[in-house]
């Protein structure tokens, strides 16, 4: 269940501060992305470094969850850089717009760069084991019993180990967002994408959820998250973006986003939450 | 009291006589031709509709519109006319009488079995394309992100779940192709209904002709959904409790098709 | 150029048995569907016995083997009775059923018991709470029915409706295999004297393609218009 005392986060984290920086594992520069005559993202950079926790928040319509789908590439950016462990995503433009150059290469940039959605999108036609050794198996190329050892072990991480042989329609939404994110996790990604991860459960169901992430996040996982958990968004980041019609307003450590606002807009945003 | 009711009963059917070994034995006849061509038929047609339903949603029109309209036409008009216009018209392709293939389209067996092919295509083509079409968006993007290609995410989720959402509108299909073959005896086959026409022409008892036909065409039926059935228990194992529900609250009749 | 040896006229004429005996059938099919839909849900159990029998011996069935049954089988039995009444009465009296009568009895039996399904599943599809809220308004049962109750459950039935409408309409063909003379039975004819089967079997394919796709063309229209408020969840 969420604690709602403020943990320091660089003191349960490995602190990047002591050492030199840790190694750069996402970086997208100017991102770009339009909709028909609408900019929804004007041009926006993000660096995740070994160990960061990002997240994004704004209204809705800020184009944080345009820009979080352009990270792995369900949306295709109109302009802008990415790079996943220093190699570079090229692209090129045909007259179905710009597109990645090499299917290949987006296939095993998405393989590091795991997604949670907020409907949680579980494979119905499969058990909770079978959807999370899927892409373990035939994406990465593990054997049957590897895949199902591990997956094991991630579905007691998150509190799912008896309901390994469920199909996910016998599951409650928070089930099966955990579920989800041990999916996400098989495939041992080096960074986790969370769209929204809670915004389609019950109330009551959230807690166990932000549990999972929270105990992610102090294991030292990169992630980059969409949410509008406010109290979860300060205790786990260590870095806060703030958005608005596409553009970062403003950007920094947690405390400084959240308790000194600089611009009005986000004070406003704030104070409605 | 019985015996008085009974007796003009058992007098007149001795009179008529009309389930002999003989009749019998055109009945079973008749089972065997209706098996044949609707297995042949469904089989075929399974086999054939898998392609075109991919075609039927692909993003090039030349591949896509030639199945739309195929499907159209068949959908469109009655079985019986495309029939007709099979085994009559066949006759008229030039040098046919005179080709190898003469004596097979002579008879009307393999008329029959390409007019009930090419209709249950077009409707199986149709429902395998709703299938496809209707994977949910969220679980095709997970895929997606998972890193899948296009090829392994139709592989693994799209025609596993696809084919779990048709089998019962497929299903559906078959009973109604079974139904369909009815329309045989048109052109001179002896399917049931043939053979109860031949022993309704023969012994002037429509009664007793049809509505043996009728149930065997019912036993069929039934047997077809209670296969059907388990197929769908075997596949849809998350729809089980569901359905357990369900049935209690229904009675079985609900579960024969209704028409496409 | 199309010619169809002087059958044209006969074509049309044909056209309109097929047509007509489709439109009657509908109105004998939706009546009878939406007794059997009630009896289906009635809590008295022999309504409910009988609409099931019903339902499942009809669809259970082929519709040609239905249709030679009641066809052939009423025959006989009309000659029975004429018989007996000459027997009895000396009533000199020969009844002959009439194709058309007895196709579009026959139709309509077969489809009342798929309308029966279609609006049992329309009325169980009716929302609670708002038959509820017309209770809350002191409606009586019948306005509730006739205001609240219908025109939902129309909504609801208008797809299988449209859907049995147009395997009707191919259905009907099938009279022409017991005599009656609709489309197919002429351009059979025709295609015996004449030796083109082809000419008159696309003429008669093409009219039935013009029949169901004015059909759905008149059934999107419907649908558009009663499903004002009534579409299903966001784009």
Not at chain 1, 221 to 240: G, K, N, P, Y
Request: hydrophobic fraction near 45%; include cysteine.
């Amino acid at each position: 269940m969420t604690t709602m005392t403020t943990l320091q986060p660089s003191e349960s984290r490995p602190s990047p501060v002591s050492s030199e920086p840790a190694e750069v594992l996402l970086r997208v520069e100017g991102i770009k992305k339009r909709f028909g005559d609408t900019h929804v993202l004007k041009g926006i950079s993000l660096t995740a470094r070994r160990g960061d926790v990002i997240t994004l928040i704004g209204s809705s319509g800020s184009g944080k969850s345009t820009f979080l789908r352009c990270l792995n590439l369900l949306e295709q950016p109109d302009g802008g850089e990415l790079e996943i462990h220093g190699q570079p995503v090229h692209f090129t433009t045909t007259r179905h717009g710009r597109v990645p150059q090499d299917e290949k290469r987006v296939q095993w940039m998405r393989s590091r760069v795991a997604m949670v959605f907020q409907n949680f999108n579980l494979w119905s036609h499969m058990t909770l084991l079978e959807n999370i050794i899927e892409a373990p198996i035939h994406v990465q190329g593990y054997s049957r019993a590897e895949a199902i050892n591990e997956a094991r072990c991630l579905l007691a991480k998150v509190g799912l180990e008896e309901r390994a042989d469920h199909y996910p329609s016998q599951l409650s939404g928070g089930q099966q967002q955990r579920g989800a994110i041990a999916r996400a996790l098989a495939m041992n990604p080096d960074v986790m994408l969370f769209d929204e991860p809670t915004s389609a459960l019950d109330p009551e169901l959230v807690g166990d959820v932000l549990a999972v992430m929270r105990r992610l996040a102090e294991e030292g996982r990169t992630m980059v998250l969409v949410t509008h958990e406010m109290d979860f968004a300060r205790d786990v980041s260590t870095r806060i973006m703030y958005l608005n019609q596409g553009e970062v307003e403003e950007e920094g450590p947690p405390q400084q986003v959240l308790d000194t606002p600089r611009s009005n807009r986000l004070r406003q945003f704030l104070s409605t939450r | 009291m019985i015996d008085t009711l009974l007796e003009p009963l058992t007098a007149w059917l001795a009179e008529r006589a009309i389930f002999t070994p003989d009749t019998l034995a055109v009945y079973w006849q008749g089972i065997e031709t209706t098996l044949s061509l609707v297995s042949l038929s469904l089989l075929m047609g399974f086999v054939i509709s898998l392609p075109l339903s991919l075609a039927r949603g692909s993003h090039y029109g030349w591949l896509r519109r030639p199945v739309q309209a195929f499907t159209y036409v068949f959908r469109g008009t009655p079985l019986l006319v495309q029939l007709y216009l099979i085994y009559y018209g066949v006759v008229f392709i030039d040098d046919v009488q005179e080709s190898w293939l003469w004596p097979l389209v002579k008879e009307p067996f393999l008329p029959a079995l390409l007019a009930f092919t090419l209709n249950t295509v077009a409707y199986t083509t149709e429902i395998f394309h709703g299938a496809i079409v209707n994977t949910p968006r969220g679980e095709l993007e997970a895929a997606k992100a998972c890193g899948m290609s296009r090829s392994l995410i139709y592989r693994r989720i799209v025609f596993p779940s696809a084919f779990r959402r048709a089998l019962p509108a497929y299903g559906n299909e078959v009973i109604l192709t079974l139904h369909a073959s009815a329309i045989a005896s048109t052109v001179t086959l002896m399917d049931i209904t043939g053979a109860a026409q031949f022993v309704y022409s023969r012994f002037y008892a429509p009664f007793e002709a049809f509505i043996f036909a009728a149930l065997i065409y019912l036993v069929i039926t039934l047997t077809l959904l209670y296969v059907l059935r388990r197929l769908e228990a075997r596949f849809n194992p998350q729809l089980r409790g569901v359905r357990k529900q369900r049935r209690k609250i229904m009675a079985f009749g609900n579960a024969i098709p209704q028409k496409p | 150029m199309l010619n169809l040896h002087g059958y044209g006229m006969r074509l049309i004429e044909g056209a309109l048995v097929t047509v007509e005996l489709a439109a009657l059938s509908l109105i004998i099919a939706v009546l009878l569907g939406l007794v059997t839909a009630s009896a289906k849900l009635s809590k008295r159990r022999l309504p409910h016995l009988l609409a099931t029998l019903y339902t499942t011996l009809i669809r259970g069935v082929p519709d040609l083997v239905l249709m030679m049954l009641f066809f052939f089988g009423g025959q006989v039995l009309m000659n029975d009775v004429s018989d007996w009444l000459y027997a009895r009465f000396g009533l000199d009296l020969f009844i002959n059923i009439d194709a058309f009568i007895a196709g579009v009895l026959t139709i309509g039996l077969i489809f009342g018991a798929y309308m029966g399904e279609t609006f049992r599943g329309a009325i169980q599809a009716v929302d609670k709470g708002q038959v509820e809220a017309a209770t809350a308004c002191g409606m009586s049962r019948a306005l509730i029915f006739r205001r609240i109750r219908f025109p939902l459950m129309m909504r609801h039935a208008l797809p299988g409706l449209s859907n049995n409408w147009l395997v009707l309409l191919k259905t009907t063909a099938l009279v022409s295999v017991i005599g009656l003379s609709d489309m197919v039975r002429v351009a059979t004819q025709a295609s015996k004297t004449t030796l083109e089967p082809f000419t008159f079997m696309l003429f008669v394919a093409v009219i039935y393609l013009l029949l169901t796709s004015l059909s759905e063309w008149v059934i999107k229209r419907l649908t558009r218009k009663y499903n004002a408020g009534f579409t299903r969840g966001r784009s």
